[in-house]
């Protein structure tokens, strides 16, 4: 299939060949995405064909094959240039069943979709492997991001294996650990800007265009490409049965806007019948797409953004307007939660022995508030998409579990699921007692 790259303005819909190194609609400015044209009998989407090869190829031992974004390249715009992929293996996340999960959401069952089986331990790997393949195939040498420390994490360890020189620009002091110590481990440039995501945004950009270096933030629409494939895997695994609802967290919004994409296109194509709805969960102090749904009003950024979740710490999420679009589309809808309900649903995806980072557990707070609310029904089938692993942020979890742990506000979190670790004597008596014989 012939792909382009297309204004995503309904009133523009200007087009720019595939290869060209743009990020937003050199006409009017909107955000720019991959189309795809079916333009002869041979570029016809066979189904049934596909659905069989892509099942095959989960038994081959060819790297691409192995690939969960890869294995479904015919609906990837990178005809003729697979062999320039760069993979480490990722996606291939499972789908895990959570009863105690479901029960605190108020549902009869939940499935977690867990992208922190990646291999940097996080969703960004679907888009990454993409990103940065297209910054292959059109001969950059350098790549920059601005992230709340996913991002930076997979855009480095892509880089270092495809043999790129990667900066990264990140909010100093307010990532966690876990993600700048990838950064570094991975060997990227790290600059920690005394400013906030948004603001470090502006001026990675003005960098990029000035020093010629390829941006891989969400804002690239081939790392939303990438990210499509998360939906395409969850259905495969699914043997194509879609859910009522697909729930996931919302920062910078650019996985909202693949999920949709990938719905719609596998609606086109006719993978699928019916369309899940998208449920789309923000931290109440970084909330600006929920208001903006709230309201129906203009889109109104939020300067300071606040949240303990720092992978969603945004407040003008530069994908707004698609995700907004995706949203609509699937009759979907979006939640906020506090702190305190994010830091619960926390430590009840631990206590299923599944875990997640500050970021993912908005998902189930979520699903808790739309079930009390009637939005979600306690008998529909409903897929969570957790983001990110446990151990990117511990620090966190210590905290909650000690009882330390403060909103940013400088209050308690209340430890109402904590498990503190105990301090003992080195003496079996005394622990024998103290458990109770
Ligand atoms: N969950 C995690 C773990 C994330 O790292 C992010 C985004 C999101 C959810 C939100 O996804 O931006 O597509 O709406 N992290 C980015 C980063 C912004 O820089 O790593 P989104």
Same mark, same amino acid.
């Given at each position: 299939?012939?792909?382009?790259?297309?204004?995503?303005?309904?009133?523009?819909?200007?087009? !720019?060949?595939i290869?060209?190194?743009?990020?937003? %609609?050199?006409?009017?400015?909107g955000?720019?995405?991959?189309? !795809?044209?079916?333009?002869?009998?041979?570029?016809?989407?066979? $189904?049934?064909?596909?659905?069989?090869?892509?099942?095959?190829?989960?038994?081959?031992?060819?790297?691409?094959?192995? +690939?969960?974004?890869?294995?479904?390249?015919?609906?990837?715009?990178?005809?003729?240039?697979?062999?320039?992929?760069?993979?480490?293996?990722?996606?291939?996340?499972?789908l895990?069943?959570? #009863?105690?999960?479901?029960?605190y959401?108020?549902?009869?069952?939940?499935?977690?979709?867990?992208q922190?089986?990646?291999?940097?331990?996080?969703?960004k790997?679907?888009g990454?492997?993409?990103?940065? $393949?297209?910054?292959?195939?059109?001969?950059?040498?350098?790549?920059? %991001?601005?992230?709340?420390?996913?991002?930076?994490?997979?855009?480095?360890?892509?880089?270092?294996?495809?043999?790129?020189?990667?900066?990264?620009?990140i #909010?100093?002091?307010?990532?966690?650990?876990?993600?700048?110590?990838?950064?570094?481990?991975?060997?990227?440039?790290?600059?920690?800007?005394?400013?906030? !995501?948004?603001?470090?945004?502006?001026?990675?950009?003005?960098?990029?265009?000035?020093?010629?270096?390829?941006?891989?933030?969400?804002?690239?629409?081939?790392?939303?490409?990438?990210?499509?494939?998360?939906?395409?895997?969850?259905?495969?695994?699914?043997?194509?049965?879609?859910?009522?609802?697909?729930?996931?967290?919302?920062?910078n919004?650019?996985?909202?806007?693949?999920?949709?994409?990938?719905?719609?296109?596998? %609606?086109?194509?006719?993978?699928?019948?019916?369309?899940?709805?998208?449920?789309?969960?923000?931290?109440?102090?970084?909330?600006? !797409?929920?208001?903006?749904?709230?309201?129906?009003?203009?889109?109104?950024?939020?300067?300071?953004?606040?949240?303990?979740?720092?992978?969603?710490?945004?407040?003008?999420?530069?994908?707004?307007?698609k995700?907004?679009?995706?949203?609509?589309?699937?009759?979907?809808?979006?939640?906020?939660?506090?702190?305190?309900e994010?830091?619960?649903?926390?430590?009840?995806?631990?206590?299923?022995?599944?875990?997640?980072?500050?970021? +993912?557990?908005?998902?189930?707070?979520?699903?808790?508030?739309? $079930?009390?609310?009637?939005?979600?029904?306690?008998?529909?089938?409903v897929?969570?998409?957790?983001?990110?692993?446990?151990?990117?942020?511990p620090?966190?979890?210590?905290?909650?579990?000690?009882?330390?742990?403060?909103? #940013?506000?400088?209050r308690?979190?209340?430890a109402?699921?904590?498990?503190? #670790?105990?301090?003992?004597?080195?003496?079996?008596?005394?622990?024998?007692?103290?458990?109770?014989?």
């Open positions: 299939m012939l792909a382009e790259l297309a204004c995503f303005e309904q009133h523009c819909r200007a087009r !720019f060949p290869d060209e190194a743009i990020y937003n %609609c050199a006409g009017c400015g955000l720019l995405e991959v189309v !795809f044209e079916v333009s002869s009998k041979d570029d016809r989407v066979e $189904t049934a064909l596909l659905k069989k090869v892509w099942r095959t190829r989960r038994t081959s031992n060819e790297p691409l094959e192995q +690939s969960g974004v890869w294995r479904y390249r015919e609906l990837l715009p990178f005809d003729g240039h697979h062999h320039q992929a760069v993979s480490l293996r990722e996606g291939n996340t499972p895990l069943d959570a #009863p105690r999960a479901a029960r959401g108020g549902l009869d069952g939940l499935t977690f979709k867990h922190g089986f990646n291999p940097t331990g996080s969703f790997d679907n990454m492997t993409c990103g940065v $393949t297209q910054a292959i195939r059109l001969d950059r040498q350098r790549v920059a %991001c601005v992230s709340t420390g996913n991002t930076s994490a997979s855009m480095a360890a892509y880089a270092s294996a495809a043999g790129l020189d990667s900066m990264v620009f #909010p100093h002091g307010n990532i966690s650990y876990g993600k700048l110590a990838q950064a570094l481990e991975y060997g990227a440039r790290t600059f920690q800007v005394e400013a906030n !995501f948004d603001q470090i945004l502006a001026l990675v950009r003005l960098l990029a265009d000035r020093l010629g270096i390829y941006l891989l933030n969400s804002i690239n629409p081939f790392r939303i490409e990438g990210q499509k494939t998360i939906i395409f895997e969850m259905l495969d695994q699914r043997d194509w049965n879609p859910p009522d609802w697909i729930v996931l967290p919302g920062g919004l650019g996985n909202t806007s693949a999920f949709g994409k990938a719905l719609r296109e596998l %609606c086109q194509f006719g993978f699928i019948h019916k369309l899940p709805r998208l449920a789309v969960i923000q931290a109440e102090g970084a909330a600006p !797409f929920y208001n903006l749904m709230k309201t129906k009003g203009e889109f109104r950024s939020v300067a300071e953004p606040r949240t303990l979740a720092t992978a969603i710490r945004i407040g003008d999420p530069v994908s707004w307007p995700a907004l679009h995706e949203v609509t589309v699937t009759n979907g809808v979006v939640e906020q939660v506090s702190e305190q994010i830091a619960d649903a926390k430590a009840v995806i631990g206590q299923c022995g599944i875990g997640c980072e500050p970021a +993912s557990a908005a998902t189930l707070a979520g699903i808790k508030k739309l $079930t009390e609310a009637g939005t979600i029904r306690a008998e529909e089938d897929v969570a998409v957790l983001t990110g692993n446990v151990l990117k942020d620090d966190y979890i210590y905290r909650y579990h000690t009882g330390e742990l403060k909103d #940013p506000d400088g308690t979190i209340d109402s699921l904590g498990n503190r #670790p105990l301090v003992v004597p080195n003496d079996a008596e005394a622990i024998a007692k103290m458990l109770g014989s």
